[in-house]
Structure formats: C-alpha cells, structure tokens
C-alpha cells in the first residue's frame, strides 16, 4: 500500500470510517500463460505464501483449495487444472469480520474474548480465526481487519521434489562442532537421491559431506552430517559480548532427474535457559536466565510488535532494517516478538542474526482463550511446524514461547471463566501443551519451549500448565504494570528472575499526531485525540504520573514532552532496578533477575502508546535513555527508605574491575560547579552486579539549605588500560522535581559544525543548571532521519557539543530545522 494512501488510512476517524473494506468480500484475479513444456513437469503446485485469511481458489473456474489460516504456506496440485495457453486465477476472500462471527456463532460454548473494550474501537472474535490478533484492535492499535494476498504467490513447477526449509542441529564436542543439516520437503511420494551439505568458511574453502537418502512423504525430512572443527570457525555472540560471525551453509538434494537446493546462514553458538535451585530450600525457586556460550546473558532490549498494522508491510526493508538498528544502537541485546503480530519476516531475523539481537519468540497467541476443535487443533499443527522449520537455524532465536498472557488470564479470570475453569484449562493444554509443544520440541530440541508468558517454567509444569501464581518472582519471567503508583521510586517494582514485559505510556512527538490529525485537533482534551487514546483507562494514568514527580500543564505540547520524560525515567528506573539485583538472592529467596524487555519498542500509527519509536521512526527519550541504562556498565543510585543512599554498579562486562573511582558531585541549582565533591574506589567482579557504597543522605546535603535546592551526580571512571566502555553519567534528585526550587534555564542551539555529508557536531549553551534538555529536529525528513549522540539530558556545564548523525545529506540550514526545550519549573 502506498505511504500516501496508508496517511490517509489513519488520518482522524479514517480507522473506522474504512471498516467497510473489511465488512466486504474481495476477489483477486490474475492470469497466467504456460507452454507445453511447462505441462511435461511432472508436478506443478501454485504456492501461496500467505492469504490473509479466509478465501477460496480457483483456477480456470475449479476450485483448488481454501485457506483459513494467515500463518501458513498453502500448497496445491493444479496438474490436472491447468492447460496450455492463458490460465484465470481468482482468489475470493470472505470478510474476515464475517467469517469469524460465523465460526463463533457454530461454536459449542463461548470462546472469550468475545469482543474488545469499546475504546478499541475494534472488531469482535478475531481468537476465532487465524489472523494477526492485533488487526482487529488493541490498546496501543486500530482496527484494520486486512484482506487479501500479504505474501507471494508461485506456481512450481518440478519432477516430483521441492526443498521448503533448511534448519540444523548443533552439538558442541570438544574439538569441533557437530552439524546436522535437516532438510524438509514438499514431496507427495517418497524420493531417493543424494543429499549434499557444504559450509564455506572464507579464505579457507569449504566443509562438505553427502550421504544417500530416501525422503519419505510421510516425514519430508532428510538430514546430513558435517564435522566442524573449532579452530576454523568463530563462534556468534549476542550485542555486547563479541561479533556475529555467520556461514553459509547449502544444502543439495540430487535425483537422477533433478536437483534441489537452498543457502542459509548459520552462526555457531549454544543458547539454553537455565532453571536451577537457588537454595537447598527448593520453595525459593529456580532461577531464569539466557546461558550463551557459557556465559549468563542478561536480556536487555523491548517487546516488537508488527513494524505495521498492515502485514504487507512488515518486509519494508528501509522500516524494519532502521528499527533493528535503532535497537543496536541503544545497546539492546533481546527483542521479544509478541504473539499477537505475526512471525516476522525473513528479512527481520536476518537482520537480527547479524546485529546480535537474541528473539524471544512467541507463537501467534495473546491476550484470548482459544478453541480446541480437531480443525483448528490441526490448522495450528501445520502452521507451527512451517514456522518452526522456516526459522529454526536462526542463531538469534533462543526461545519458543507459545503465547502471551494467556496462562494469566485463565488463571487469574480476565474474563470470567473461572465458573468453567476446568473446561478452558482442558482446551489450553490441548493447545499449547498436546499440540504445540510436541511439535516444537521435535523440530528443535535444543530450545527451550515454555507454553506462555509469563510463566514459572519447570514449575509450571509441575502444576499441570497452568501455575497458581504465573506471575511468582521465584520462576520464569512476569509482566508488571502499574498505573497508579510512583515509578521514580523504585520500591514499587518486584524482585523477579526476568522482567519480560513492562511499560508506561506516553505521547508521540506534535509533529508526529500532526502527521494523523488538523492542527485543530491537535490540542489536550480534542475529541479526535480522545478517540485515538485506546487505553480503557484513557489519559488519567498518564496525567497522574506525571503529577508524581513533575509540574502539570494544559497546553498539548507541553504535556508530550512531560509524559515523555515521565516515561523514560519510569523505565529508567525499573529497569536499573532490575539490572541491580543481578547478584543479590533475598532472604525470600527473589531476585537474581536476568532480564529487562519494556513494553514496547515501536508503533503501527500516531497515538499515545507505550512505543520508545514513535510511528514516523522518531525516538522518544526512553529511547535515548536505553542507550544509557542499558550500557554495558552503569552505575544506579537507590535512595532507601532509611535515607541510605546505596550505590550499585553493575558490569555486563566479561572480565574483573579491580579498581574504579566513582564521583559524586552535590549541586545545587545556582551555580555550575559542586558545592561539594566526594571519591570512591570501587571494585567489582565480571559480568555482576554490586553494592558498592552505602551513606546517609545527610553526609551529602549538609551544606544545602533544603532538599529543594540540590542533586547529585555520579561518574564511574574505569582505568582506561583494563577496558575501552563508556559508563554514562548519573543523577539523583533527592525530592520530586515539582518540589525542587530550580530555575529556568535559557538554553540555546550554537554553532553546527559539519564534519562530512551525514555528520557533524552541534553546540548547546545555558546560562544555567538545565534538566531534560530536548532536541528536536522538524520538517518532513527530520522524524527519523536524525540522531543525536544524546538527548533529555541534563546540563551542568554552560556549553556542550552533540554529535549529530543523518541519514541524509546536511545541509547548512540544518540548525534552522531546530527546536530545543528543557524542564520549566512550571507550566500555564
């Protein structure tokens, strides 16, 4: 779809003035030419890559097949359809609104969801129907319940045999690696021949091996062995802990009248989930964490939803590449593709294999209970055996997860099933459990499959898939949010082993609702801006935090800028809680938390969401602040509730710091230079996180009138000669800032120095202390073009330069495209 129709798609009301497309049956119609020689093959196939969802097929007025499942690759023999010359192809879709209101409707009981929250403005049944979940609505989305070809369509032409998917099975011996090459086929009668696996390593040739197989119809599958020795190749770390060295490895099927082949990339590395006792007392769990080459990973990075609400879309390679990318930069290590999207592209876990990016990846479930019947039972079956043969020699994906949030809403009755818990327990598990699960484990073993997020792993097991406390912080991962509570303190949070989803919503850029809305519109409390809030619990969260900690204001402009530092030093916050009990095991037995994946990393339209990346590809200051929080050390600052101040510094690095020296630095809010200085030498150990200081606050502020009137700052500085890692500076605020007596700051953009066609280097002046200084760059190419080395940072220095990177050319007047702001201490 054209970018310019897509704007209009979601320009005001447009998500539901346009239901009327997907209200309506559509056909797709096409023709095709084939010569005689094209009718000599033995076997012709059209293929369809993905309908989207409930349709027929004909060709030459015959019906050849329907399709009612988006996820899955749909194979047909026309050999007998077909004829030489001109060929007519129609695919005729049913509305899927239609089709899944009459599935519901035939159903023995009712599936719930049944429909979503009015302020969805959504769609009802779409847990009926195998489509994307969220095209029918959802909290952060529209509704656009889409039709029609998403993916390509083939006709194949072969002698009997066609290779549809390669993965492998690695094993680590002593000296070499172990490489089974397992090749699936699309085959309708067993086939003999040769298979064929060849790894190139550059500049030293290749590793071969074949061997004769016979691929049976019944299992599709054949495999060949090869013996890597470690000395020739280098193994593949996630971001952060070494480089993502990939192989080419092809496979070749050989029969006497015909060869088949595909080329795939593979990385050497072992990923496995560990889940171990913490105490001899087994009730205080186990533990929950990414082991990557023997080495304990904390998960840093966010939760992906659909880089688009039309599914067409998600292979943009300009989209997808920049938001990938977006994340590497930010230090990220982890993405979890939700299960109400879809599975991603091709493209996406390439790019995630060779930035680094481990996948968490869920089956296509979320947020529903869903039928059990034998036809959708066996729909699942194939669609996740294709998937998990189409993505399984990924080096980045580490974990199968069969849904989100589905074990937690049946156990804790979101929809009121708990009058029938023993029924809808008995369709999970047929689901999840007796249906997935064994596919999964047999198409790749060496992953771990969990059947939800969260979950307790093992434990859940033990209490027969659906645990009473899916959200235990002594098991597996959880979800927390929390909308009323103050998420600048972080005695808020819990203590659980991995954190794989958390979240506070904020507003995307003026420019960026300008995008979707009049300028009228465009102001706090429009109807327009109303509508395209879809929270149930609309703006009143997002006003109440706010009011936590900073000034309140009215006009629109000001409270996007304050829900954005709102919710980056919310994550900010949690997040460096998280990372701090890396080490530490309470006496409850919590803790030792391995993981830190926030809700959520980009958007499908302009709208108050939990995204760091607004739709137009513009971050959001979370998305500055991950860069810093999420650096591979950082130094975190608690202030308990006995007025200890404990500062904690946590090392992702693989090696020990024997001597570093922290700073602190007291200001106060009239002068550039500490009233106060104080040194810390610190030791810490590899990959840890630790305690490394602990004082009353009083120590630091006695020479401050008030609590009102000073911060503090924290550098840790690490001998240059041991490591090369920038630490990122820290603050802490002893009061909330609507309580702090700060002035105003007259900030200024200076001088911009070009260094070369995309970079250059841009000065910034105050004349005073200056919080959450924010750069913004306008104008049509300036929402995702533009990169600045750091943003929503504090000033405590008169000038400071940002480096500045584009994605386009600079051009002179780039500073005229400029807009800076900075924390008033109030608000009209």
Known sequence: MASSLKKYMFYE?????????????????????????????EQIHLVLHGVDTVSEIYINEKLVGNTTNMFVRYRFDVKNVVKVGLNSLYVNFTSPIAASRRIASMLPYKVPVECWPNVYHGECHINKIRKMQASFAWDWGPAFPS???????????????????????????????????????????????????????PGQGYIRSETSVTIKSSTREGRVVLIVPKSKVQLWWPNGYGEQKLYNLTVVFKTESETVSKTIEVGFRTVEVMEQP??????????????????????????????????????????????????????????????????????????????????????????????????????????????????QHHPSVAIWSGNNENELALRQNWYNTASHFTLYKHDYVSLYIKTIKPIVESLDPQRSYFPSSPSNGIETKEEEYIASDPQSNLYGDVHYYNYLGNLWDWRVFPKPRFAS??????????????????????????????????????????????????????????????????????????????????????????GLTMGALYWQLNDVWEAPSWSSIDYLGKWKMLHYHAKDFFANVIISAKLESDDQLSLIVVSDLLVAVPEAQIFIDVYNWSSFDPISCHKVTASFGPNQSRQVFKKNMSYFLDSCLDRTQCFLKFRLILRSDLVSTLVPPNYLFPIPLKNAKFPWANVKIGKFTIQNQTEGFLEVSTDRIALFVWIECMGARGESAIKFSENGFHMVETIKIIKVKSRFPLQHNFVSRLKITNLKPRYN
């Open 147 to 201: 039709v029609g070809l998403w993916k390509t369509v083939e006709l194949v032409l072969s002698q009997g045999i066609q290779m549809s998917s390669v993965g492998i099975f690695l094993t680590s011996e002593e000296e070499y690696w172990r490489l089974t090459a397992r090749a699936w086929f699309d085959v309708d009668s067993d086939v003999t021949g040769t298979l064929a696996g060849q790894l190139l390593i």
């Open 501 to 590: 989803e958390y979240g506070v919503q904020s507003l995307p850029a003026y420019s960026t609702l300008l995008n979707a809305m009049n300028i009228s519109e465009a102001v706090w409390g429009s109807e327009l801006l109303r509508w395209k809030q879809h929270f149930p619990g609309g703006f009143v969260p997002l006003i109440w935090q706010i009011g936590f900690n900073l000034p309140t204001a009215t006009d629109l402009k000001d409270i996007i800028y304050l829900s954005q530092i709102n919710q980056a030093m919310s994550i900010k916050t949690e997040t460096e809680h998280y990372r701090s009990m890396k080490s530490t095991t309470l006496s409850t037995g919590e």
């Open 278 to 391: 913490v105490d001899e007392d087994l009730s205080k769990g186990r533990t929950f964490y990414f082991n990557v080459n023997n080495v304990p990973i904390f998960a840093k990075g966010s939760n992906w939803i659909p880089s688009d609400i039309f599914p067409e879309q998600n292979t943009n390679e300009e989209r997808v590449t920049r938001l990938l990318t977006d994340c590497k930069e930010s230090n990220f290590n982890m993405l979890r593709v939700w299960g109400g999207g879809v599975y991603e592209s091709d493209l996406f876990y390439r790019l995630c294999d060779r930035l680094g990016i481990l996948v968490w990846q869920d089956m296509m479930f979320a947020c529903n209970m869903y039928p059990a019947d034998e036809a959708f039972l066996r729909s699942v079956s194939t669609e996740i055996e294709q998937q998990v043969q189409r993505l």
């Open 13 to 41: 009301y447009n998500d539901v003035a346009y239901r009327w497309i997907a209200l309506d049956n559509w056909t797709y119609f096409s023709h095709f030419k084939l010569e005689h020689s094209d009718l000599r093959y």
